[in-house]
């Protein structure tokens, strides 16, 4: 914990003793060296994951032995018995112009992985270069009143996590703003519950894709005075409104279930109406709400990436779109790199969530 | 014996006399209707008590019988059918903080310490005092329910014989007319429930505060009361029967037991819950 730290003795402190109280908040336990609990948590996890990874190596190998088999038998069919043993020969030699195109194995995975974070610090010290070469050009040109000159180059694969991370927060900020106060207002009124039940219903089955259509259209109306780039504000908005519903209705029924007790309490001691909602409807009805923001947020997530493939706005949506478009030798590979980064991404979201929610709820067992 | 005492003067209720400036509580008539599609289920009816300022009255009957609905129209959380019920001469509307209710589960915010449950009533009530004042109040009815090492305590953190407690606290702390009790004690151990009896009427002892309190224990109800009240079985439930208590205040549980006339009271009220 320590080790990182390597200022002066108080600082030192500070932030040991901050990283404690982090360490405390996010359940991390210190290990305690008993056999049959490392066995369970460290090693059947380890197993299990070289398992999988086995099995997927098998697969892969398997899947491309079928690819080459018939690649080989329709140059012999096609082209005759020489072509089909130079065909061998080539795949046997590991000639990227004719590898089986298929399911990549781990160890493709593993080195496009790698490929991607090298290109990523190409293009950074590229920037880099590119923001001093223009630094003393874009000073004069601001003083001139003229807007800077940008790096318009291609954006890394890291890039592409930040890019779609902005687009995924800024949705659910949105679905955040939206969803809470409306899910207040409508959890307080049974009137107000059932006129926009049949709205909520209706709506929140809707597909990512139509949300996407219908912010399209409105959008494309609004922003066509301006030349900036829509497709952000299109992406982020229609991933609001398909992560929104969750919150909503969480919202409404944590405010509507409120222990009866409580407010039979409120009602006693008379308090007023807004002492009512802030004092005991809101805080009991917390765990709900972030229940429905934890979901809120892992369907961002799961929707940005169809949203971004189709709205061509930047990001790991259209990463793989583009992969998938491109068909060079590694791009199968590059593609399941971003499953996988999806997926721990989403993971990592989820358990910051789970904790912001153990950490306001007054019920200490909170769903993991 | 108050009752005693003015048994010679005027008015006549359901047998009982008493003249109306002693009463803080009176319920006349009252009525409770429930509408089932089958038609109308008469909880209540003709039912009529009259409860005297610093009377500590026990309510026993059947298990739905309604006697958490009649206390519940008292604290005004269910409205009343027909009938009225007037605190001090003046017709209850709705809930208030002059009735403080002590629910059978603690009812603690459970986000809050216990010392800000108690203080989510005192900041209602004494709107005027200061910050300081209204803790002060607050750490006061602690302190006399035996929490002193608890103020800052969450009340998830709490047993719940110490959540009930905090319930008392809060209950006495707003300083009510009429202090509401339903089976506040019911859900805790014999020795619990033993505990916070004493606790409840060593508080009451000092602040003389009309309680009616709702009990299915026949030894609880002849400990705390100056009169138990018992309630004839629904539906149309109204008042059975009344028996005084004539035991002197303060009491101790040993010398109540220990009294000729116990076992002739609890004989009393279990003949008539065995009618």
């Known amino acids: 914990m320590k080790q990182s730290v390597t200022v002066s003795k108080t600082a030192d402190l500070k932030v040991s003793s901050a990283l404690k109280i982090l360490v405390s908040r996010l359940n991390i336990k210190a290990p305690k060296f008993n056999p049959n609990t490392i066995f369970k948590k460290v090693v059947v996890p380890i197993l299990s994951i070289l398992l999988f990874i086995g099995l997927w190596h098998v697969g892969a190998r398997s899947l491309y032995n079928i690819e080459a088999d018939f690649k080989i038998e329709k140059a012999l069919a096609d082209q005759g018995q020489a072509a089909a043993d130079s065909m061998a020969a080539c795949i046997a030699s590991g000639d990227i112009s004719c590898q089986p ?31 001093d070469k223009t630094a003393a050009l874009n000073e004069k040109r601001i003083a001139e009143g003229k807007d800077p000159i940008t790096y318009t180059g291609r954006p890394s694969f890291v890039d592409q996590i930040f890019t779609s991370l902005k687009t995924v927060f800024a949705g659910f900020l949105l679905a955040f703003m939206i969803a809470v106060p409306i899910g207040i207002v409508i959890g307080l009124s049974q009137t107000l519950r059932n006129s926009f039940n049949w709205l909520i219903q209706v709506f929140k089955p809707v597909s990512p894709v139509v949300w996407l259509l219908l912010v399209f259209m409105i959008v494309k109306t609004m922003t066509k005075d301006s030349n900036q780039d829509s497709a952000f504000i299109i992406s982020f908005i229609s991933v609001g409104l398909c992560a929104m519903w969750a919150t909503l209705v969480n919202t409404a029924m944590g405010v509507s279930s409120v222990d009866k007790d409580y407010i039979n309490v409120a009602k006693v001691l008379k308090l ?65 790199v971003a499953m996988f980064v999806i997926g721990i991404i989403g993971f990592l979201l989820d358990r910051i969530m789970l904790t912001i929610q153990n950490m306001v709820s007054f019920n200490k067992n909170a769903a993991t | 014996m108050v009752i005693d005492q003015i048994k010679t003067k005027e008015a006549h209720h359901n047998g009982i006399v008493y003249p109306s400036d002693k009463v803080m509580l009176d319920l006349r008539d009252l009525k409770k209707v429930y509408p089932t599609p089958k038609g109308d289920y008469v909880v209540l009816e003709h039912l009529n008590l009259q409860i005297l300022k610093e009377e500590f009255v026990t309510i026993i009957g059947h298990s739905g019988c309604g006697k958490t609905t009649m206390l519940s129209m008292i604290a005004g959380l269910n409205p009343i059918s027909a009938g009225k019920i007037a605190v001090l001469g003046n017709p209850i509307k709705g809930p208030g903080p002059d009735r403080g209710v002590i629910f059978q589960s603690p009812s603690l915010m459970p986000w809050m310490t216990a010392l800000q449950n108690v203080l989510l009533g005192v900041n209602r009530v004494f709107p005027h005092a200061s910050k300081s004042q209204r803790k002060d109040i607050a750490k006061y009815y602690l302190q006399k329910v035996g929490l002193e090492g608890a103020f800052h305590k969450k009340a998830t953190e709490l047993s719940q014989g110490m959540q009930q407690r905090v319930g008392i606290a809060r209950a006495f702390a707003i300083k009510p007319k009429v202090l509401l009790l339903d089976e506040p004690f019911g859900m805790l151990d014999s020795l619990t429930r033993g505990e916070l009896q004493d606790i409840l009427i060593e508080i009451w002892n000092k602040e003389k505060i009309t309680a009616v309190m709702i009990t299915h224990d026949v030894d609880e109800a002849i400990f705390l ?51």
């Open chain 1, 101 to 131: 195109n298929t399911l990549p194995s781990p160890a493709q995975v593993w080195d496009s992985f790698n490929t991607l974070i090298a290109d990523h610090q190409v293009i950074s010290a590229d920037k880099l270069a590119f923001k």
């Open chain 1, 272 to 336: 007023k109406p807004l002492q009512k909602v802030f004092k005991v409807i809101l805080p009991s009805s917390l765990p709900l709400i972030f229940t429905g923001l934890r979901i809120t947020l892992s369907v961002a997530w799961m929707v940005l990436i169809a949203i971004e493939l189709l709205a061509q706005s930047p990001g790991l949506g259209s990463f793989v779109w583009e992969e998938f478009q491109n068909g060079a030798n590694d791009s199968n590979s590059k593609i399941i």
């Open chain 2, 225 to 275: 009361a100056d009169r138990v009240v018992m309630m004839t079985s629904g539906p149309r439930a109204k008042i059975g029967d009344v028996l005084p208590i004539d035991f002197k205040r303060p009491r101790t549980r040993k010398s109540v037991l220990e009294h000729e006339d116990y076992y002739k009271y609890r004989k009393h009220l279990i003949d008539f819950l065995e009618h």
